[in-house]
């Protein structure tokens, strides 16, 4: 009886793991940004938006968009629809996602928009 090594197992996994990192690494990168900063995980990012310029971020698929703001009331939109947000408030839903406003200032306005469970 002869023994085979066991590089094609190996090879394999290793080569499956390198693709799950891969993949990874292009969810967390797909977040792009025109006047906004991103802070993105798996299922949620945070969007720093700049008051005063065209701020929109690509985030988890969808886009989203900052349409005015005006004292502690904020409009987004995210994936599609319009939302009015206020500092404070529980999560409002928008195309299989959860928006929160985090904070508003003269000069940003930063939302939470995280994947809701069971979507």
């Not at 009015?84 to 959860?98: D, R």
């Amino acid at each position: 009886m002869t023994k085979r090594p066991a590089t094609i197992p190996t090879v394999r996994r290793a080569a499956g793991l390198f693709a799950g990192l891969a993949l990874g690494l292009a969810v967390l990168a797909g977040c792009s940004s025109q006047g906004a900063s991103t802070d993105c995980g798996l299922d949620a990012c945070t969007v720093t938006f700049e008051r005063g310029v065209d701020a929109s971020a690509s985030i988890l698929g969808v886009e989203a968009k900052l349409v005015g703001a005006e004292g502690d009331q904020v409009t987004v939109e995210v994936a599609g629809e319009q939302l009015t947000l206020t500092t404070g408030q529980q999560a409002t839903e928008a195309g299989g996602f959860a928006v929160t406003l985090d904070s508003v200032t003269d000069q940003q306005v930063k939302i939470r928009v995280s994947r809701n469970p069971g979507n």
